[in-house]
């Protein structure tokens, strides 16, 4: 009975998310304005002109201004050379300054919001791990950022972004110049950048510092999903050598093809194939290339003991905290406001008002792929799993990542709730089929749903988005098989095969070679223990009680 | 010992494979100007990563997982 309720209520939400989809499709167009009247002839605006402006005395803004109507006045520009007064020039320099500081301060606060983001996964990958590892699997998230930040400050930065010139947002970033290509085809392919090493020369640049930071936090979103994968057996120094060899090159390689003015960004302009891989805020930079290389760890590093029986069928081993995962997951879900409204890369002139549309499609992706995850666990186990109903959440968040800047609202909740069932469905089958560990299921979350963000571009791209005009060299925005351009669904696929083929075996075959030379697990007798005392030196609740091992059936 | 050298060299064929979906799928723009036919490229070298990796590396891997001991 409870089933046929359940389903009843799916069938409920379907039909509304339906009905607005037709309601949407059938607004009529807003009727056509009456003819305006003849403008006027423009008139040139002088230094004399100028000169005659002034502001609210001194002695009226010692006053105070409640209403906040005479701060921010002629008063306010800077004078250039104060011999000549106030000129075109200074106005106009102070307008092209406002715009730039707008957009360094909104892309800077973003990426706080993002960094914060790496709080939310520490807990969700603790909370899910067993108490015996909560030291060890709290320093690795925490330590991810120090690791990460360094590899890509030495040089993944210089690999992804010393190419990326030029930027309108940020002020041009013209030291970021160096991309080199090789010829195929007839065309430039770009590989990787070779500007920006250090933050050094040319590159110790206000705009570019705003990029960095920026860049640096997402690639580090990228690196903390495999270890989320990898808990509670991954040795530690393992974990330092290998976070440090991502940061510093497989990231940076695909970050470059995609954002920094690579071959994939450029399938458009070169080749026709709609507007090039457009991935708005990274489901695949980000996500599925944090979640390829989770997958070529949990091949490498194996199942913990206990996971699965001698017969292959799974153990459930529940994580020690799911109020702290849950938090967690509230924790990211604030944080992708940097994460996909930032990705903007600024907030005025553009067409980067669309911030709001972006921030409207994150929440609601990341609502629809909670009910999803939720509604399937619900219908196929009998309770709302909440673990689940928390990575829904976040494949829903994950998933809107590419689309975000391109899709209108109904697309961006079908494409979450598509995420939240999909998250699910992944999760069985990486562990039931191909037999692979994943402690926080971040192969699913991150990876398989990064790919359905990425491939979602292809299709429900609505061709309004309108940056600047265009999207990497292409005229018109970015649209996708649903609204007429099947070009772009190709760009897409290629970018996902890129993710498959090219990311996936670089991290295996990086991982492989670490494995082979320093071994990534710890023995068996301390995976029993819990690594908190032999990796890190201190348990990470001194005074609980821990059970003993033998709870688990094999 | 010699079930690891199986394991390794199925493991090094999947990587090929893997690598070589990527290759047609990249150079599928190259090869011909018609959407459809880089569309059945790129799908075709889609399968061939997703067989490269589900198929081949790990299962090459499965052969000596920890649970089978």
């Known amino acids: ?554 | 010992m010699d079930v690891c050298l199986q394991g390794g060299t199925m493991a090094l064929v999947g990587l090929v494979v893997t690598l070589a979906g990527f290759a047609l799928s990249a150079l599928s723009v190259g090869l011909t100007s018609s959407t459809g036919g880089r569309l059945g490229m790129v799908l075709v070298g889609l399968v061939m990563c997703l067989f490269g990796i589900i198929g081949l590396i790990n299962p090459a891997y499965q052969k000596n997982a920890v649970w089978k001991k």
Not at chain 1, 238 to 267: C, D, E, H, K, R
């Open chain 1, 1 to 554: 009975m409870k089933r046929v309720l359940l389903a009843a209520s799916i069938v409920w939400c379907l039909m509304l998310v339906a009905l607005a989809g037709v309601v949407y499709a059938q607004t009529p167009a807003p009727a056509a304005a009456p003819a305006a009247a003849p403008a006027a002839a423009p008139v040139a605006i002088t230094d004399a002109a100028i000169k005659g402006l002034s502001g609210p005395s001194m002695a009226d803004r010692a006053k105070g201004d409640p209403g906040g109507t005479t701060t921010g006045t002629v008063n306010d520009i800077p004078v250039g050379d104060m011999k000549k007064g106030l000129t075109i020039d200074d106005v106009v320099g102070a307008v092209g300054q406002n715009i730039v500081a707008t957009n360094f301060v909104w892309t800077l606060v973003t990426g706080f919001l993002v960094m914060f983001m790496q709080a939310g996964f520490a807990i969700v990958e603790t909370g899910l791990s067993r108490a015996k590892n909560a030291n060890h699997t709290m320093m690795m998230n925490f330590m991810v950022y120090g690791v990460g930040m360094l590899a890509y400050w030495i040089i993944g930065f210089a690999i992804q972004m010393g190419g990326v010139s030029p930027n309108s947002n940020l002020g041009g970033l013209a030291p970021l110049n160096g991309e080199f290509v090789i010829h195929l085809f007839g065309k430039d392919w770009g590989l990787f950048g070779q500007h920006g090493m250090f933050l050094t020369g040319a590159t110790y640049d206000v705009g570019v510092s705003v990029m960095f930071l920026f860049q640096m936090v997402f690639m580090d979103t990228a690196l903390t999903i495999v270890t989320g994968t990898a808990a509670e057996r991954w040795r530690y120094s393992a974990f330092v050598i290998s976070s440090f060899f991502m940061g510093a090159f497989t990231y940076p390689l695909y970050g470059n093809w995609a954002w920094g003015g690579g071959w994939l960004q450029n399938l458009g302009a070169n080749y026709g194939l709609g507007h090039g891989y457009a991935d708005f805020a990274g489901s695949g930079v980000v996500h599925a290339v944090g979640g390829m290389t989770a997958l070529a760890m949990a091949i490498i590093i194996g199942p913990r003991i206990g996971k699965f029986k001698r017969d292959g069928k799974p153990n459930a081993i529940p994580g020690h905290d799911i109020v702290i995962v849950l938090t967690g997951c509230f924790i990211l879900a604030f944080g992708w406001f940097g994460f996909n409204p930032g990705s903007t890369l600024g907030a005025a002139t553009n067409g980067n008002l669309r911030i709001s549309t972006i921030a409207v499609n994150t929440m609601l992706a990341g609502m629809a792929g909670s009910f999803g995850a939720m509604y399937y666990m619900w219908l196929r186990y009998g309770k709302p799993d909440a673990s689940m109903t928390g990575n829904g959440l976040l494949a829903g968040l994950v998933a809107i990542t590419a689309p975000s800047g391109f899709v209108n609202p109904v697309g961006s909740v079908i494409i979450g709730v598509i995420a939240g069932v999909l998250c699910a469905l992944s999760v069985e089958f990486i562990e039931r089929n191909m037999k692979l560990d994943d402690v926080v299921g971040a192969i699913s979350v991150h990876g398989t749903n990064g790919l359905w963000g990425v491939i979602s571009v292809g299709l429900f791209a609505d061709g309004k988005s309108n940056y600047g005009g265009s999207w990497s060299g292409v005229p018109g925005s970015v649209t996708g098989l649903f609204y007429g351009d099947a070009g772009q669904l190709v760009a897409q696929l290629i970018g996902v095969a890129t993710l498959l083929g090219f990311v996936f075996s670089f991290s295996f075959a990086l991982n492989a070679i670490i494995e082979l030379v320093w071994g990534h697990r710890v023995s068996p007798k301390t995976e029993l223990e819990g690594l908190d005392v032999p990796e890190m030196g201190a348990l990470g609740y001194p005074e609980f009680v821990l059970k003993p091992e033998a709870a688990v059936e094999v």
